[in-house]
């Protein structure tokens, strides 16, 4: 996991494919961007709008991905994530991974919190398990953008 703000980082400091997707977050304005999917053209990578309400811990399940690295921007409210390794024995809530890349777990053991504040992003590994959009300090509306690093594309830099 990386967890970094979009103003003090350099890109160039991750793999290729992380730092793309960083350069991306920097140099879009999301703040009156539509809510939706989107390829981004430079590098094909799916980014989701997100406009969404924090809720209680205890009613988001965490959740891991195989097939794609998650990146996680922050644009406006605050929020906490949830984050803990996922050492193998998580009981499965739900597992949605031809749909959509995605295992939802019960619940996950030594979770600890990322703060996320404007301009905090946070880059999820297959092993990291997060609980994204939980009540910080108190109930409130956040704008995020998730970009969606296909995991191959990593792998084959490292080669």
């Known amino acids: 996991m990386i967890f970094g703000h979009i103003d003090h980082t350099t890109a160039e400091h991750y793999p290729p494919a992380i730092a793309k997707a960083v350069a991306y977050l920097q140099r879009t304005d999301f703040t ?21 309400h924090t809720q209680p811990k205890d009613d988001l ?8 690295i998650d990146v996680q921007f922050l ?16 009981v499965i809530h739900q597992e949605l991974l031809a749909q959509r890349d995605i ?20 880059v999820f590994y297959p092993q990291d398990v997060h609980r994204p959009a939980c009540i910080n300090h108190s109930p409130c509306d956040i704008r995020k953008v998730v970009v969606k690093i296909p995991l191959t594309l990593l792998t084959s830099e490292m080669k």
């Open 75 to 90: 644009v406006s409210g605050t929020e906490l994530i949830g984050i803990a390794a996922d050492k193998g024995n998580n």
């Open 32 to 52: 009156d961007m539509p809510v939706g999917r989107y390829a981004d053209p430079a590098t094909g990578y799916v980014v989701q709008v997100l406009d969404l």
């Open 61 to 68: 399940r965490p959740e891991v991905h195989q097939k794609n």
């Open 103 to 122: 295992i939802f777990y019960q619940d996950v053991e030594d979770e600890s919190w990322l703060t996320m504040q404007p301009g905090n992003f946070a």
